[in-house]
């Protein structure tokens, strides 16, 4: 069988509500990033694991108030298990090709007082000219986090040349696409778009995997707002929404 005709079997498998799955209602699941002692990003005015804690869940609300099965990493404060590196992996092994149709990891973003705006990832090799802060800090940060990155980033350019790793990315990237439009059209924030990196969390999924950073807490016109439940309550419904899009229901 030729290469083309591969993909496009291996992209059919991987279609959310493919006959090939087991499942009579779609599944996704919802990862809250951070937990326990891994706080995540913290300013005066959020603790990102609390935002993507609320976030994840007023997304869940949605979600299975319209059929849609969720599996959640984490419903509380506590991480999977304190090693980051085993954290990360008890998370991404919640979703597999057949039972999950989709995995969406929640951030909230730090930087400058000035960067604000909402960004959307799938798994691949860094685009020119990016930083590396953003993958490390999300693998855990420090020297645990700079190892597991550059780990992350030498399999990136390997997964190009598996079909099935190609029809992953394939759909990783339109989930990508419409969370980013969701979101950013359901709150008025700056767009960042829709980029590449090596996030080890969306590295091992076998289902469409995608990370996104809903805002950047340091900033003192997007900390205030994600401190509020209503805005956490729009971040939800938004991502929610497209998820349904992006399932078909």
């Not at 996704?28 to 869940?57: F, I, T």
């Not at 730090?110 to 953003?134: D, K």
């Not at 969390?201 to 205030?224: C, D, H, K, M, Q």
């Amino acid at each position: 069988m030729k290469r083309g005709a591969l993909l496009a079997v291996a992209v059919a498998l991987m279609l959310p509500g493919s006959t090939a799955a087991p499942t009579l209602r779609p599944r996704v699941v919802l990862d809250p990033g951070h937990g326990g002692a891994d706080s995540g990003m913290v300013s005066q005015w959020v603790r990102e694991a609390d935002v993507n804690l609320a976030v994840a869940k007023a997304a869940r609300s949605v979600l299975e108030r319209r059929g849609v099965e969720v599996i959640m990493t984490r419903s509380d404060t506590r991480a999977l298990h304190p090693d980051k590196r085993t954290d990360l992996d008890r998370r991404a092994r919640l979703a597999n090709t057949g039972t999950v149709s989709a995995f969406v990891s929640i951030h909230v973003n730090a930087g400058s007082p000035a960067a604000r705006g909402i960004e959307t990832f799938y798994f691949g090799q860094p685009l020119a000219g990016q930083s590396r802060s953003l993958a490390v800090f999300e693998n855990g940060g420090g020297a645990s986090g700079e190892a597991l990155t550059r780990q992350v980033t030498s399999s990136a350019q390997a997964v190009l040349g598996d079909v099935l790793a190609q029809a992953k990315l394939t759909f990783s990237r339109q989930l990508a696409q419409g969370l980013q439009a969701g979101l950013v059209g359901a709150t008025g924030a700056v767009n960042r778009g829709v980029q590449t990196d090596a996030f080890y969390v969306i590295r091992n999924p076998t289902t469409p995997a995608v990370l996104v950073e809903v805002g950047f807490g340091s900033s003192p016109t997007e900390g205030p707002r994600l401190a509020q439940a209503a805005y956490q309550q729009r971040l939800g419904t938004a991502i929610a929404e497209s998820l349904l899009r992006f399932l078909h229901q």
